[in-house]
């Protein structure tokens, strides 16, 4: 059952990883999500079902429009693809745990639509970290009565961390990423938030460095810090007693 179940969270996921896309995409330019159905983006042509298959649509298609024959965005598949790869792995840590697992899938869902969003146009819409607050919200509260001031100081601890850097040095954190930290500190926990924001940073630095070399950005381009908030997100929700452990233990031995 448990090779059932995986496979069922990984379709599962490419399916949520497709619509994702959409949602990235249109929510910062304040379209809707439903209409028009979608279409390519160079001949405007509406896409068959075939073509909206989840990562075999794009193998099938090669990689180009079946119409103009125009490349396809890479970031389609590779979204649908790596929301496929993080549900079922969150299945596999968390079948015996449903309110971890659940909120696993939500913090996974932020992370694909902010990677699409602050990707794309270096926003991170309000509108989508007000749909997963709540969500967020309700899961610690309803499941974890006796420890959700944990989740609560993390959420205000997150959204005062980067406030404060904001604040100090103007143009440095953007608001987006503000907000954001703050939704995922009620998801992970205050202790998860502090090593979120320094697994962030490393994350961010060498995303940077490989851009810089790649010359993809200048030197003082501007470069989506969203992405790497949540991949760190997810490494603390995953791995953060043994991560702290492991930095703990460096201390120790000295």
Do not use: H
């Not at 490349?71 to 496929?84: Q, S």
């Not at 596999?92 to 745990?97: G, I, M, S, V």
């Not at 420890?147 to 850097?165: E, K, N, T």
């Amino acid at each position: 059952m448990d090779l059932f179940f995986t496979l069922f969270f990984f379709i599962l996921g490419l399916c949520f990883g497709s619509f994702y896309n959409v949602v990235g995409l249109r929510i910062p330019l304040k379209q809707s999500i439903v209409s028009p159905p979608s279409r390519c983006p160079k001949c405007e042509r509406r896409l068959s079902f075939l073509d909206l298959l989840p990562v075999a649509g794009f193998l099938l298609r090669r990689g180009k429009c079946a119409s103009c024959k125009k490349p396809i965005a890479i970031m389609y598949p590779l979204m649908e693809l790596l929301a496929g790869i993080l549900f079922a792995f969150a299945y596999l840590q968390y079948k015996t745990q449903p309110t971890e697992l659940l909120i696993a899938l939500l913090l996974i869902s932020l992370f694909i639509i902010v990677s699409v969003s602050d990707t794309t146009y270096r926003r991170i819409p309000n509108a989508v970290l007000l749909t997963f607050l709540p969500l967020i919200v309700l899961c610690r509260i309803i499941w974890q009565m006796d420890s959700w001031y944990s989740y609560l100081l993390g959420g205000v601890l997150g959204f005062a961390l980067l406030f404060a850097i904001a604040a100090i040095k103007p143009g440095a954190m953007g608001m987006g990423d503000v907000k954001l930290l703050g939704v995922l500190g009620f998801g992970i926990g205050w202790q998860n938030v502090l090593l979120t924001l320094f697994l962030g940073s490393v994350i961010g630095l060498l995303v940077a460095i490989v851009l810089l070399v790649s010359g993809k950005v200048k030197w003082k381009g501007a470069i989506p810090f969203g992405p790497s908030l949540c991949a760190a997100a997810l490494l603390a929700f995953f791995y953060g007693d043994r991560l702290l452990e492991v930095y703990l233990s460096l201390f120790i031995q000295l």
